[in-house]
């Protein structure tokens, strides 16, 4: 089992910053992938950033740029950094782990292929 807890949502006004964190318990190094996903009012889930082992990283077009996935191994925390939020980037953002699959690209932005997920955090952007 591995449990995950998101924190640093907020709200901000657009082109503003906000950095959200995952803090990852349990049987940790079992996993093989972690991401961050994102699901607006009425949308589906989409994937946002993913990260492996090796620090290999994918990102979304709509993001590429703007946030910066990272993580820190010792503290067995994901981050996500964000920059020049836009209003399109409103949402409830989730953290999410896999132990069956590896990231291996833009695969990886499935959540199909995750099987630990947190419990979410609001991000709101305002124009």
């Known amino acids: 089992q591995v449990q995950l807890v998101e924190s640093g949502g907020g709200s901000v006004q657009s082109g503003g910053s906000l950095r959200l964190s995952c803090a990852a318990s349990?049987?940790?190094?079992?996993?093989?992938?972690t991401g961050w996903f994102r699901q607006a009012p009425g949308k589906e889930r989409e994937g946002v950033a993913t990260?492996?082992?090796?620090?290999?990283?994918t990102y979304t077009d709509f993001v590429k740029g703007r946030f910066t996935i990272s993580q820190d191994s010792a503290k067995n925390t994901l981050y996500l950094q964000m920059n020049d939020l836009k209003p399109d980037d409103t949402a409830m953002y989730y953290c999410?782990?896999?132990?069956?699959?590896?990231?291996?690209?833009?695969?990886?932005?499935?959540?199909?292929?995750?099987?630990?997920w947190g419990q979410g955090t609001q991000v709101t952007v305002s124009s």
């Open positions: 349990g049987y940790t190094y079992s996993t093989k992938c």
């Open positions: 999410a782990a896999s132990t069956d699959w590896g990231c291996f690209g833009i695969f990886s932005l499935r959540e199909d292929r995750y099987n630990y």
């Open positions: 990260i492996d082992s090796d620090r290999m990283t």
